[in-house]
């Protein structure tokens, strides 16, 4: 199952690849202004789709709820019809926040079924990576990376038409490190062995990306888990030219163990290779 539901969230972040290339085209568009933001996004949505939304400004983040009478079938596949109101959600979401003057860091897409599962997919795009793709200044599979994706199921969405539910506002540190662990779980799930689930958090006090994992197996924590943790964080966090940050933590609830590696040492992580980490022995 959990295979299944990955292979189709992948799918559904490349349509944001379609959707940007026919706004390389759209160099007319009016300029919603930063007040009727979120009105704009749902007037656009109606008027051109007949989709009928709810969008709220939080901080620098537009959050768009869509609810879906249905978004999966049995098998755990984007129904068709949830993927085009979801595309020309996205589309709008992306026309008016490059034709405004308001100051929108991210924009995050909660589309919900509301009647039968209370399942919801949540994709979170950070809007400098959509400008870089546009000026072809990061390959397509990067961009693709750069979503964030994740299903949850949520029974208080059930026949809930009104979004009237908190959403946390993303910064991008926080969005950093939840991309870090969702690339990680990737590579850890194409591993025979080592299927694990890793956690990522920012914890602004301390600067600190936080990445937690359950390891069964001590000795392999700091032998494999650390290294490519701190391989892949120091590979995005450069990628991002992000430094208001001072260190990077890799914990393993199991036995409160805990490796802290300051920004400086970072570096020393780049070359690891994952995979002939990922060959040696579980045990």
């Not at 620098?60 to 109101?85: R, S």
């Not at 870089?132 to 693709?144: A, E, N, V």
């Not at 991008?172 to 080592?194: D, G, K, T």
């Not at 990306?209 to 069964?216: D, G, H, R, T, W």
């Amino acid at each position: 199952m959990e295979k299944n539901r990955h292979r189709h969230l992948v799918r559904s972040a490349i349509f944001f690849i379609t959707l940007i290339c026919l706004l390389s085209n759209n160099g007319c568009a009016p300029t919603y202004p930063k007040e009727r933001l979120a009105q704009s996004v749902e007037d656009v949505c109606k008027k051109e789709y007949n989709v009928d939304v709810q969008a709220k400004v939080i901080g620098k983040m537009i959050v768009v709820f869509i609810p879906l009478q249905e978004l999966f079938d049995e098998k755990l596949d984007i129904l068709p019809e949830a993927v085009e109101k979801i595309e020309n959600v996205i589309l709008t979401t992306s026309r008016v926040l490059f034709s405004t003057d308001a100051k929108v860091d991210f924009y995050m897409i909660i589309a919900a079924d509301i009647k039968i599962t209370s399942a919801e997919l949540v994709l979170v795009r950070y809007l400098d990576d959509v400008y870089k793709f546009m000026h072809g200044w990061i390959k397509r599979d990067d961009y693709r990376q750069r979503v964030l994706w994740r299903v949850n199921f949520n029974p208080k969405l059930l026949q809930e038409l009104e979004f009237d539910f908190e959403v946390k506002e993303m910064i991008l540190p926080n969005f950093l490190a939840e991309q870090i662990a969702q690339r990680l779980n990737v590579i850890l799930e194409s591993s025979v062995v080592y299927k694990l689930k890793v956690k990522g958090d920012y914890d602004t006090e301390k600067q600190q990306f936080k990445f937690s994992l359950i390891a069964p197996v001590p000795p392999r924590f700091e032998k494999i888990y650390v290294p490519i943790i701190l391989n892949q964080a120091q590979k995005i966090i450069s990628e991002y030219k992000f430094n208001d940050y001072a260190e990077v933590a890799v914990q393993n609830q199991l036995l409160r163990n805990k490796v802290v590696i300051a920004k400086e040492k970072l570096i020393e992580y780049r070359n690891v290779n994952i995979d002939n980490l990922l060959t040696l022995p579980a045990y």
